[in-house]
């Protein structure tokens, strides 16, 4: 586990003040076409929120949206503990994938180091730099792929340093945005592992958008079912075991076979 590698009062000391994120009468629309609409949630610090939802349900989206990418109507407020609002809070993304150039020289450490300054990565390579960025790297359990070409990572690894990336600087809000599509069975376990330790570790807001229901009901806090408009949020049983669920995903056949005993999805 890497709650080890924080000191045991970090949650106090790199708390974000972020009380919550609130969405209300939310929608966005491309032209005539409604992608969203009377999309109303409020997503607490500490905890994180999975968004479900079938292809075309606008999941990713709402995500654009937050990160302020795409215009929408409603109100978008993010909410400071002592109930002042905070207008911009820092954010870090994590993307279902990126374009690379797989023979590209760049490494890990040049990743890190470009991001930080306006000067090239070998400028800066100081003691103190590479410390920080070690520091940064065994935080997702990724420390030693400092050296390692980006081209030459896994999926699993490249989006481990991507999450890196995301907490440098920590944020208020971390969105992650089908962060494991592609990636194998032990990548997809770890990935999740170092998000549920990070979220224990930080108080910060998680929003994840995934497809795979059994990992979201294993580390999620609270589950939104989003089909253009939130359909049902709850616990993950409470959400994962609904009929809306059943009849959005077409599983209703599913449901019935299972309460009559059948084999459970």
């Known amino acids: 586990m890497i709650e080890s590698k924080f000191h045991e009062n970090s949650c106090r000391q790199e708390c974000c ?14 032209g005539s076409t409604v992608i969203l609409e009377n999309v109303n949630l409020h997503i607490h610090c500490g905890e994180l929120t999975a968004i479900i939802g079938p292809n075309g349900a606008g999941k990713s989206t709402l995500i654009k949206a937050l990160l302020g990418e795409m ?29 690379l150039d797989i023979s590209s020289p760049t490494t890990v450490l040049d990743l890190f180091l470009a ?8 400028l800066i390579r100081s003691k103190k730099e590479i410390a920080r960025v070690n520091e940064r790297l065994a935080k997702v359990r990724a420390e030693h792929l400092i050296s390692r070409r980006i081209g030459a990572l896994s999926g699993g690894e490249l989006q481990r340093v991507l999450l890196a990336l995301a907490l440098d600087p920590v944020p208020e809000i971390l969105l992650l945005d089908e962060p494991v599509s592609g990636i194998d069975q032990n990548g997809l376990e770890l990935f999740y592992e170092t998000v ?27 589950v939104v079912l989003l089909n253009k408009t939130v359909l049902k949020t709850g616990l993950p049983d409470e959400v994962l075991g609904s009929d809306v669920f059943y009849d959005t995903f077409s599983l209703k056949w599913q449901k019935e076979n299972r309460s009559k005993g059948g084999e459970a999805i």
């Open 196 to 222: 549920s330790d990070i979220r224990k570790a930080y108080d910060l807001s998680i929003i994840l958008v995934s497809h795979d229901m059994d990992m979201v009901r294993k580390y999620a806090d609270r």
């Open 71 to 99: 215009p929408h109507s409603g109100s978008l407020k993010f909410v400071q503990s002592d109930d002042d609002i905070l207008k911009a809070p820092v954010m870090g993304y994590v993307p279902q994938s990126i374009n």
């Open 115 to 122: 991001s930080r300054s306006k000067y090239p990565a070998w």
């Open 17 to 30: 003040g972020l009380c919550c994120t609130k969405i209300e009468n939310f929608g966005v629309t491309i």
